[in-house]
């Protein structure tokens, strides 16, 4: 399974954006990158996946350079309810027809404040 | 769309005895189920994957005869605890995967259930 290495923490103002930055230097050709967002005692919440370039949704922007071996969330104008941890994940992969295992790192956990 | 329930959401019992969790897919059908365990301020570790229909596949150190996992249905998995101890005490979140509106593979997380054994 491969690794993803982020920052453990970060902090923002709110109203800024904030980029968090993931490196998984052994990905494979048929993996997925994914993100989600935690807060406390709740479940991981699915934030975005992508495969390659850009991808964008109503929350999120996710930037993967055409190496792929490091991946980029970008949280436009954040509030204080965007403290959380955020997590990259390296899966599921492509065309498997099952679910894959995910492996959690430590994640990044962000803080924002006035 | 995607939505995954646990319950009970928390719970509290004795030690020695056991505890069963639900995990429900709502709005689509599962065909892999997950359980995850996480300690405070610690990552989600994985403890198995569960496909319907068939005997649930678990992590090394993790004790399948203790964490009895069972996935009878497309929307319905349960993980028992059995003759839960204080060292047992943790959240646990379950994810459901298959079927979901977007990628057919991703994963989609419970709100969790906070185990607590006195």
């Known amino acids: 399974l491969a690794k993803t290495t982020q920052p453990i923490s970060m902090d923002s103002y709110e109203g800024q954006e904030v980029n968090i930055t993931c490196s998984h230097n052994?990905?494979?050709?048929?993996?997925?990158i994914t993100w989600y967002q935690q807060f406390p005692s709740q479940g991981p919440r699915f934030i975005i996946q992508?495969?390659?370039t850009k991808v964008t949704n109503e929350v999120a922007s996710l930037f993967i350079p055409a190496d792929r071996k490091s991946s980029t969330l970008s949280l436009p104008r954040v509030s204080l309810s965007d403290t959380a941890v955020y997590y990259c994940?390296?899966?599921?992969?492509?065309?498997?027809?099952?679910?894959?295992?995910?492996?959690f790192g430590t994640g990044t956990r962000l803080q924002v404040t006035l | 769309g995607a939505v995954v329930s646990q319950h009970p959401s928390w719970v509290i019992c004795k030690s020695g005895t056991s505890v069963k969790i639900e995990c429900r897919s709502l709005?689509?059908?599962?065909?892999?189920m997950f359980w995850y365990r996480q300690f405070p301020k610690q990552s989600l570790m994985l403890m198995a994957t569960?496909?319907?229909?068939?005997?649930?596949?678990?992590e090394q150190g993790v004790e399948k005869d203790k964490f009895l996992i069972n996935h009878a249905s497309l929307t319905l998995s349960t993980l028992t605890v059995t003759s839960a101890h204080p060292e047992d005490s943790s959240f646990y979140i379950c994810?459901?995967?298959?079927?979901?509106?977007?990628?057919?593979?991703?994963?989609?997380f419970g709100p969790g259930t906070r185990l607590t054994v006195l």
């Open positions: 994810s459901a995967s298959g079927g979901a509106p977007g990628r057919t593979d991703t994963q989609y």
């Open positions: 052994n990905i494979a050709t048929n993996d997925y």
């Open positions: 992508g495969y390659k």
């Open positions: 994940l390296v899966g599921p992969s492509l065309n498997t027809g099952t679910a894959s295992k995910l492996t």
């Open positions: 709005d689509f059908q599962a065909t892999t």
């Open positions: 569960s496909n319907e229909g068939s005997k649930a596949t678990y």
